[in-house]
Structure formats: structure tokens, C-alpha cells
């Protein structure tokens, strides 16, 4: 053995680059291509993100044991900002951020080279594949690796935006774009490839509702402008300074982070003044639609980040509002500090606007009520106003007070009412994101408007349609994502796909002043790994890679000559590359995060459909979910956990490995803990001494314990290869490292000897272990002299199980455990225990239950109906109809393979021949009677025995 976990990683790591076990190449085999969504180069990765990228190898190398050709490619994505911005940290030489390379293993010799963003692109490509990756014992064909920024990756991007546009999928059009007010505009998903913060923000419409007041006009926005006809106020907050802005020609009031905001989205803003929210208390100002005048009442709870930072009042549906007009109406300091007039504090009095299912004339007071609200900034608040806005957007009906819009449904009065108001200049729109944003760089992102914007058009009905079939084709795991992958398809709609701005990625095709964002270059990208090797080795060069040769290679179109002519490339590359492409695609299986379930799977799905024949489509898509720290998920930008390569050289690569396979289904989230994995390291070391071990043992023993672990092998490789089906590591890891190791344990206690028998179940265990654990699988196949690589044997199959010897030990394991039990509950101290097995007749009424549930004619009438028409059942008389009973209900309810087993032997001469055995383990005498012909059942207990669970007596 290896002196060292590290030792033994790289022994078998070099050993399987010098057999070029990760290169793959067209050959007769059935192919496997499967691949994890690259990761993006904003720093280093961390233990989280090495679940899912595991699994995949792990895959890979199970596959390729049962015969397949197993192309594994990888590659990073570094489009965006993000290598701009680490670079530009780095060279201002941020205290934060140097200790953060530094922790996870940066050199001072390292952060000179890292100038320039491409310099730091190339150094994390250098530490993703050979820190993190090669370390890991990935079978990647390393020949393919390609980054998002390499020349010959762009051609292929650019080739598929023209395929795009052949498709009329693209369209231009204005847009509200999130962008960073030093960037430009970013894409806001969980993934958060683009930003610091607020992966999960929305960007929100709203109405900006026009109060006039002089020659100002004191601006409010709301999402909700169908409720216009309920003011009754307008709420300012006295302790904000507030900005008067020049907009067109009109003065408006807002707070001054909503004139930023406001300057992104209109022409013709400009700050002219400043005015204090105390000064505004006590205006009457006139509302926009009902033309009435209201007036300002202080509030704190405006946030003057929030909208405008000013806030309309509608007291009847909104609970806020309700809680604080009460809180003015009831607050003598309103007059004494304020100067508000009793006059204008009782002229604010609700009116009834929505009819709504449930509620009576002002929902706000009724779920105010419901819910136990006493006071105002009682944080349920915020849920009584989704749950009256919710309940009445999809019920209420507008009132005879609204007018013209009376009658109308409140979702179509809104758009309605909206339109009218900005037809009348008393409203426009402004948009803003529902939470905070910020860039990779540290500023703000806000909403801007683009004029001219290209999108990529996702609510293609067509396109739709075509992709969401073809899923019904595919294997997408877990399942919930299988059936809400069709309602997420659906709901897309055009998605911006170029941004200008300091951004690294491909030029877009058709105007070269945009530059193609991160998400819209990262969807087709599998089919390229099949072309990039050519790239690479310099066989073709990014010159020659045309649309004519896209065209060729990947689409089987023009002709061969004329492609070869224009590219220069031979045409015995060009046959080559196209029937590589035919051969290793559609792509088996794309693994990725549980962030790109809305964002990045869609749009990998969309342009495979929009650009790919049927037959090049997707097979399946697996997400996994999160390793997180305590309280959240792991970030990498933020510095994360232990360092990969610290964790590796603390646990060893294979015991992460599979802790990362067995601590849980993928598909739920775990928190990091390293007692747990140093616990898979004790598994580990204990494996590697039961196989020691057994190895050493040199005997012969033909006893029934030998038919049985063999069949136990076997048949725990059947549920391997079951749960593999479904690409389910867990359940060959618990198979492989628990199951088994138990069998191997059983098999010592019960004097297994065999050195044959052993040999053949540890060709079988080890090689079970080389897909999640290979370096100590290899070396584990290499003590026991086993010839050539474990990684390149042929994975163990199924074969017929025994099942009669395996129902014998289990039976044995059950007795022991039921005297161990008794003998704990009773605190007896027996001298001896008497075994009872069941009665001949009872054995008799299963085999007929048996016989009945095989042929799916098993019921209680007409088991009972049978047994008694047995003399030797029906001489038991009630004991043979209630058995009868017994086995109808038991046995249409559960498998029946155990009690199929128990007719293959004789429980009574198998229990006997281990009695002694029996003895050793409970430390008492154990005597064994059948129940036909017991000679000595003080207590009657004999009558008790069923077949498969013996009676027991103690004295």
C-alpha cells in the first residue's frame, strides 16, 4: 500500500494518463458524452462546487466500465466582468482581496502575473484543471478543454447567433436593462455570474403617479395604479431630503436616489434644488384620476431607496396605509409638531374602491384584524399586503365610486386605468429592481434604458412548442424538474442577449459595438467540445472556422469540396470533424446547479431546438443541489470554505468523493461539515484493512456460507446497476461501502474461509468501487494482485442469486437479534434457549399463498378455500382460517422473494447446523425443536413459531 493518501492519488493518477484512460475517441463502442456547466473564472471554486462536478466523473467512470466510450470534455466561462474586475482589485492591491488569494494558495510570484484580466483568466483555467479537477482523478479529455474568451470559441458563438438570426429568433427592440452604473448592463440570475448581490432580484413596473402642487408635482410610484380612486393622502417622510428635478418641463419632488435612477430611464432630468420631507407635511396636493386634493402626512416608513421615496395612500387596501392613518389620526403631535390642521387629519377617511370575495368593504382593516395587527412596522405586515393585493388582484371587482372603470376586474381596470393616466400626462412609468444589486466591480445596478437592444425572441411560439416536446423525450432528473421544466419554458419571454460596456466575451456578429452576454454564449457550447480538439492541436485554425464550416461540420450541409476550398481546411479533416460530431452527439447528460433550473437549462434547451436537427437533441439533464456553509450557500467570490486542495490533503481525494456521492440525495442541499467527512475517511481506512484482510486469507472452505456471499454479491450488484439506471450514485455508494463491507464482516464471523470465494467478491467489491473511489480501488486491485487497472475492467454484471442461502443467514441475523433483543427488555440471565421452528403445516399454507399471489389469484376467500381443503391444514381448525387471513392481507402487501427463499430450505436443520454459532454470538446454550414434534414447550411457545420468524423461549 501507499505510505499516503496523496501518495496513492498520484501513483494511479499518472498511471492513467500513461494508458490515456481520459482520452476519448471515435471508435465501435456505444458512446456516453456528458458534461457539468462550466464554471465561471471569477476566483477560486470551493468544496461546494466539487459535488456536482464528482458526480459527473464518477458517471463517467461507471459507464465506461460497463462499455461504453466515455467523452467527458470541460472548460471554463469567463465572460462577463468578472476577470476585469478581480484584475483591477488586485492591481489597487485591496488588502481584502489579496488575503483571499492568498488563503486559498496565490503566491506573491503568482499575483505579479495577474495584470490583466486574460492574465487572470489564464491563471484560474491553470488551477480550475490542475488543482482542482486533475487533482480530483477527473477522466476529462483534458485534449478539449476550451474558455468562453479563447479566438476559436468565438467563431463558433458567432456561427450560432447567425443560425439565430437565419431563424428570425433575433429582434431588437428598447429595454429596461439592468446595468452597473460603471459596467454596463448584467444579467441578474442565481447563478449570479455578473454580480456580487442580488441574484434573485426582479425587475418591478411601476406607475409614477403625478401630484400636483404649484408648479411642482410631488411624484409616487405604485404597482398598484388601479387603487387610484382610493386616496385619501400622500405620505412623505419628514427626516429625508428630498430633490427637486427638472424633468422636460416639469419640476418634480423625488428622493435623490430616485433621480439617479430616473436619469437612467428618461431624457431631460436634471437637479435643480433640494426640499426637506418636514416642509412638505401639511401641502394639499391634487391626485392624478380623481382630481381631489390631499394632504401630506409624515411617515417614515418611506424609504427613500424604494420607488420614489414619496408614497400615495389607499387606506381601504393597504394595510400599511391603514395602520398609519390611524397612528396620524390618533397622534396629538401631528398638530403641535407638524401644524397639520384637524380639518385635513379628518378629511382622510378610507373609501370602499374593490369588491373582493371575503372581505367586507376595506380589506386592509379585515386581514389587519385576522392576522392580530396592533401596531404600525409590525413586520406581518408585508404579508397582509401580498395577501390582500393577491386575493385581490384575482377577485375584486372595481366599485360604482371608480366611475367608468366600476364593474371592471381589477387585473384588466389596472392596465387600464395606468393608460389613461399616462395618455393624460398625470403618470409615466419607471422601473426598478426589487432588491439590491451590486456589480462584481462594488457599484450599484440600476434600470436603464436601451433603445436599441437585441434579444433573443424565447416566446417564439413555435420554438416553444418544439422544445418543450422534445423534453417529454427526455431523462431530466429530479423529477420534480421534469414536470416544471414545461411551465418554465413557457414562461420566458424575450431575453436581452448582448450588452455594451467594458465586457469580456464575443463580439456579436451583426453589429460589433455589442458584445454577447454570459448567458446567451453558454447554451450550445457541448457540441463544440467535439470540435475544439481540432483547435487545440492546431489542426484548423480560427480563421478557417467559417459559417460554411459550422454549416458543414455540425449540420451536415454544402458541399465538401466547396467548404474545403474556401477554408483551406482538407477535406479528410472536414469528414473527420462531421463524423465526430454525428457520433458523439446529442449530449447524454448535462449536470449543473440547482441556480441554472430557470435560466441556463431553458436556454441550453431553446437554441439546441432552434438550431439542431431532432436527432442532435439533449438526452438529459441532472441538477444537483448545494453544499452550504451554515446558514447559506457557499460563495466563491466571498471566500467560501476550505480551499479545495486544503481539503483534499486533509481528507483525501476519495473520501470526499464520497462523501459527495453518499451524504445525501443530490437533490437536496448539505451543509459542509467536516466531522462527516472525516467519518467517510474511517469508512475508508476500515474498507482498506477488511480487504487486507481478506486477502491474505489462503483456505479452502466448501461451506453454505460461500454460496451465500457470492449470491449476496450478486445481488447487490443488481441494485447498483438499478439504482445506475437513474444515475443514482448514492444507492451504488451505499451498496458498495456499507452494504457490502456488512457482508464481508458476516462472512468472517460466520468462519468464512474460502480464498477462491473470497478472490472472485473482491474482484466484484473493488471494482464497484472504482467509479467513486478510484485511486484506493486501484490500489486495493493491485494488493490483492489483481492484473492490469480496476478503472479498465468490465463493471461486475447480474447473475441468478441463491436466494434460499441468503434467506438462511438472514434468519440466522434475525434469531440473534430477536434473544439479544429479549434478553435486553426482560434483564434475563438465561442458561439456555430453546428455538421453535414452525409448524409443517403452516409452511404448507404459505406455499399455496405463494402459488395464488403468483398467478395474481390471492384473496382471502379463496386462500382460506383452498387451505382447508388441505386435511393437514384443516385439521388446525381456527388456527389454519386465521393463518389464512394472516398471509392474504401480508402478502398482497409485500414482496414475497423471502418468503419464496424460506421453501428452499429446511429452517429447522439450518438453524440447527448453526446453533452453535447461535451460542457464541449470545453467549448462551442454544437448542433448536421443531414445533411438529418439540418434546419439551413448558409455555406452550411452540404454537407461536410463523414460517421465517421461530419462536423463542428463555429459562
Known amino acids: 500500500m501507499a505510505s499516503s493518501y496523496r ?123 490542475n488543482e482542482y479537477w486533475k487533482r480530483f482523478g477527473f477522466l476529462a479529455d483534458w485534449r478539449r478543454f476550451t474558455c468562453t474568451l479563447y479566438p476559436d470559441y468565438a467563431k463558433f458563438m458567432q456561427w450560432q447567433f447567425m443560425k439565430l438570426n437565419d431563424a428570425g429568433l433575433l429582434i431588437q427592440k428598447p429595454y429596461f ?27 418591478q413596473e411601476y406607475t409614477l403617479l403625478k401630484f400636483r402642487y404649484g408648479d411642482m408635482y410631488l411624484v409616487a410610484a405604485t404597482l398598484r395604479p ?34 439617479r435612477k430616473l436619469a437612467y430611464q428618461k431624457d431631460d432630468c436634471e437637479i435643480i434644488g433640494k426640499i426637506n420631507g418636514r416642509d412638505m407635511v401639511g401641502w394639499m396636493c391634487e391626485a392624478p384620476m380623481i382630481h381631489r386634493n390631499v394632504p401630506v402626512f409624515p411617515a417614515g416608513f418611506c424609504d427613500p431607496n424604494v420607488g420614489t421615496g414619496l408614497v400615495t395612500s389607499v387606506p381601504s387596501d393597504a394595510p400599511d396605509d391603514w395602520m398609519s392613518l390611524q397612528d396620524v389620526k390618533n397622534d396629538p403631535r401631528m398638530i403641535s409638531e407638524y401644524g397639520l390642521t384637524r380639518e385635513q387629519i379628518d378629511s382622510a377617511v378610507p373609501i370602499s374602491i374593490i369588491s373582493m370575495e371575503g372581505y367586507g368593504d376595506f380589506p386592509a382593516k379585515d386581514v389587519i384584524v385576522e392576522m392580530g395587527i396592533e401596531r404600525s412596522g409590525d413586520p406581518r405586515l408585508a404579508d397582509a399586503k401580498k395577501q390582500v393585493y393577491k386575493d385581490g388582484y384575482h377577485t375584486g371587482r372595481m366599485k360604482d365610486v371608480c366611475g367608468k372603470f366600476a364593474g371592471l376586474r381589477v387585473e384588466e381596470a389596472k392596465d387600464r386605468m395606468k393608460e389613461e393616466m399616462i395618455s393624460s400626462g398625470e403618470a409615466e412609468l419607471f ?55 414545461h411551465g418554465v419554458l413557457d414562461w420566458f419571454r424575450e431575453r436581452a442577449c448582448v450588452r455594451q460596456g467594458n465586457w469580456l466575451g464575443t463580439k456579436f456578429p451583426l453589429d460589433e459595438r455589442w458584445t454577447i452576454e454570459a448567458i446567451s454564449d453558454s447554451t450550445l457550447y457541448p457540441i463544440y467540445y467535439i470540435i475544439s480538439i481540432y483547435a487545440n492541436d492546431g489542426t484548423i485554425r480560427p480563421e478557417q472556422m467559417t459559417g460554411s464550416f459550422f454549416d458543414h461540420v455540425v449540420l451536415q450541409k454544402g458541399d465538401a469540396d466547396d467548404v474545403s476550398k474556401e477554408t483551406g481546411i482538407p477535406k479528410d479533416i472536414l469528414s473527420k470533424i462531421q463524423k465526430d460530431v454525428l457520433y458523439w452527439y446529442p449530449l447524454d447528460l448535462n449536470l449543473g446547479g440547482k441556480e441554472h433550473m430557470t435560466v441556463h437549462f431553458p436556454t441550453f434547451l431553446f437554441n439546441h431546438a432552434a438550431i439542431l436537427p431532432d436527432e442532435l437533441l439533449p438526452r438529459g439533464i441532472m441538477v444537483n443541489w448545494y453544499v452550504t456553509g451554515k446558514k447559506s450557500k457557499i460563495s466563491k467570490s466571498k471566500g467560501g470554505a476550505q480551499p479545495i486542495p486544503g481539503a483534499a490533503g486533509k481528507f483525501g481525494v476519495d473520501s470526499l468523493r464520497l462523501y459527495y456521492a453518499h451524504v445525501a440525495s443530490l437533490f437536496a442541499d448539505v451543509e459542509w461539515d467536516e466531522g462527516i467527512v472525516m467519518s467517510y475517511r474511517q469508512r475508508l481506512d476500515r474498507i482498506i484493512g477488511m480487504v487486507e484482510e481478506l486477502s491474505s486469507i489462503t483456505g ?45 464482516k458476516w462472512y468472517l464471523r460466520r468462519g468464512g474461509r474460502d480464498q477462491r470465494t473470497i478472490r472472485d467478491v473482491l474482484r466484484m467489491w473493488i471494482s464497484a468501487m472504482a467509479p467513486i473511489t478510484p485511486h484506493i480501488a486501484e490500489e486495493l486491485w493491485e494488493t490483492c494482485g489483481f492484473e492490469g487497472l480496476v ?40 442458561k439456555r434457549v430453546i428455538i421453535y421452528t414452525t409448524q409443517s403445516w403452516k409452511v404448507k399454507a404459505m406455499g399455496i399463498a405463494l402459488e395464488l399471489a403468483s398467478s395474481g389469484k390471492l384473496d382471502i376467500p379463496t386462500l382460506t378455500k383452498m387451505c382447508m381443503s388441505d386435511p393437514a391444514i384443516r385439521e388446525n381448525g381456527k388456527a389454519a382460517s386465521e393463518l389464512a387471513k394472516k398471509l392474504a392481507v401480508d402478502m398482497s402487501r409485500t414482496s414475497n422473494e423471502g418468503r419464496k427463499a424460506l421453501l428452499q430450505i429446511n429452517e429447522k436443520d439450518h438453524l440447527s447446523s448453526a446453533a452453535e454459532f447461535i451460542s457464541s454470538e449470545i453467549g448462551v446454550k442454544v437448542e433448536v425443536m421443531s414445533a411438529d414434534d418439540a418434546d419439551y414447550d413448558p409455555q406452550g411457545k411452540s404454537k407461536a413459531a410463523i414460517p421465517g420468524r421461530p419462536a423463542i423461549y428463555l429459562e
Open 791 to 830: 478503472s479498465e475492467y468490465e463493471f461486475p454484471g447480474t447473475a441468478p442469486g441463491n436466494m434460499g442461502a441468503e434467506f438462511g443467514e438472514t434468519l440466522i441475523r434475525d434469531v440473534i437479534s430477536d434473544i439479544s433483543q429479549i434478553i435486553k427488555v426482560t434483564r434475563m440471565d438465561p
Open 226 to 259: 388601479e387603487t387610484v380612486y382610493g386616496q385619501v393622502n400622500f405620505w412623505a417622510n419628514p427626516d429625508v431630503e428630498y430633490v427637486k428635478m427638472r424633468k422636460g418641463n416639469e419640476t418634480w419632488v423625488v428622493s435623490p436616489s430616485a433621480a
Open 700 to 744: 479452502t472452505d466448501n461451506g453454505d456460507i460461500n454460496g451465500w456471499l457470492i449470491s449476496r454479491s450478486g445481488t447487490h450488484m443488481e441494485a447498483v446497476h438499478e439504482g445506475m439506471r437513474k444515475l443514482d450514485l448514492r444507492s451504488l455508494a451505499s451498496e458498495t461501502y456499507f452494504e457490502m463491507f456488512n457482508d464481508m
Open 431 to 485: 422601473h426598478d429592481l426589487n432588491e439590491e444589486v451590486i456589480c462584481r466591480c462594488g457599484n450599484p445596478v440600476m434600470i436603464r434604458r436601451v433603445d436599441d437592444q437585441w434579444f433573443i425572441n424565447y416566446a417564439d411560439e413555435g420554438l416553444t412548442r418544439r422544445t418543450s416536446d422534445h423534453c417529454r423525450t427526455m431523462e431530466i432528473n429530479p423529477v420534480e424538474y421534469q414536470n416544471n421544466v
Open 7 to 129: 501518495e496513492m492519488e498520484d501513483k494511479w493518477q499518472k498511471r492513467w494518463s500513461e494508458r490515456k484512460l481520459d482520452h476519448a475517441d471515435r471508435n465501435e463502442r456505444p458512446k456516453f458524452m456528458v458534461i457539468f456547466a462550466y464554471p465561471g473564472v471569477t476566483g477560486y471554486l470551493h468544496v461546494g462546487h466539487m459535488r456536482g462536478f464528482t458526480y459527473v466523473d464518477a458517471i463517467g467512470r461507471y459507464k465506461r466500465m460497463t462499455g461504453h466510450n466515455v467523452l467527458f470534455p470541460v472548460g471554463t466561462h469567463a465572460t462577463g466582468n468578472g476577470a476585469i474586475t478581480l484584475a483591477s482589485r488586485i492591481s489597487r492591491k485591496e488588502e481584502g482581496v489579496i488575503e483571499y488569494l492568498k488563503r486559498n494558495g496565490c503566491t506573491d510570484r503568482d499575483l505579479k502575473k495577474l495584470k490583466d484580466p486574460m492574465s487572470v483568466v489564464n491563471f484560474f483555467n491553470d488551477v480550475y484543471v
Open 177 to 203: 436593462a439592468p446595468a452597473c452604473t460603471q459596467c454596463g448592463p448584467v444579467a441578474i440570475d442565481a447563478s449570479e455570474t455578473d454580480i456580487a448581490k442580488g441574484g434573485n432580484a426582479e425587475t
